[in-house]
């Protein structure tokens, strides 16, 4: 087979693959990924066809997925930042990702991740702006359970650190309405156990 031809199969069965992954994640299909994709696999297999430039297939497919899933990987690096403590470069490099053109989907992602970094920095009032900005926003066919159930669960934690159990009870049980069988909604579980033997004990804390 040639090789432009080659570049081409290998970035439609790209295409189609991480599709069926967005559907399956109940994310929706990104015309901007595919878009994306297609311009860079054309070019591809144009300087290869027609200018006789030799790209190996493994080093097309990997820049294929450094240029598409460039949004993840970046919020990826953030997130490692963030689960050591280096909120600043975290923060920094959630900035940059939004604006390296994200699709929808992306945006969500890096929202959710972004108001999570904000919750573990102790700063609730942001954290509780960025991640209620998602759940509004559930039906847009864009976000997928586990960034909605995520959502849901760390909001939920931001108004339990706020002592606002009202508003905390509802999003874990929304954690659980979303995606029951996931972690969030065990830790959710857990949570609205200690929260039922709490105001079992206290009948006080049952209205706030």
């Known amino acids: 087979m040639a090789l432009h031809f080659m570049i081409l199969l290998i970035g439609f069965a790209y295409i189609v693959l991480f599709g069926g992954l967005s559907l399956l ?3 929706g299909l990104s015309a901007r990924f595919a878009i994306e994709a297609l311009i860079f696999t054309g070019l591809a297999s144009g300087l290869v066809g027609l200018l006789g430039f030799k790209v190996h297939p493994v080093l097309f497919l990997f820049t294929l997925y450094l240029v598409t899933m460039r949004v993840r990987l970046l919020v990826d690096i953030g997130t490692l930042f963030a689960r050591r403590g280096r909120f600043k470069p975290a923060e920094r490099i959630y900035q940059f990702a939004a604006q390296v053109w994200p699709d929808q989907t992306c945006s969500f992602v890096i929202q959710v991740n972004y108001g999570t970094m904000l919750l573990q920095a102790g700063r609730l009032e942001e954290a509780i702006t960025m991640l209620k900005s998602v759940t509004e926003k559930s039906d847009s066919g864009f976000l997928g359970v586990k960034y909605e159930s995520a959502a849901h669960y760390n909001l939920a934690v931001a108004y339990m ?3 606002k159990q009202a508003q905390a009870v509802r999003e874990f049980n929304s954690v659980l309405d979303t995606w029951p069988s996931s972690e969030f909604a065990h830790q959710a579980s857990t949570a609205l156990e200690r929260h ?7 009948p006080e804390n049952l209205d706030k």
Do not use: A, I, P
């Not at 039922?196 to 206290?202: E, L, V």
């Open 25 to 27: 994640r109940r994310e």
């Open 196 to 202: 039922q033997r709490k105001s079992t004990s206290d």
């Open 161 to 163: 650190r706020q002592n």
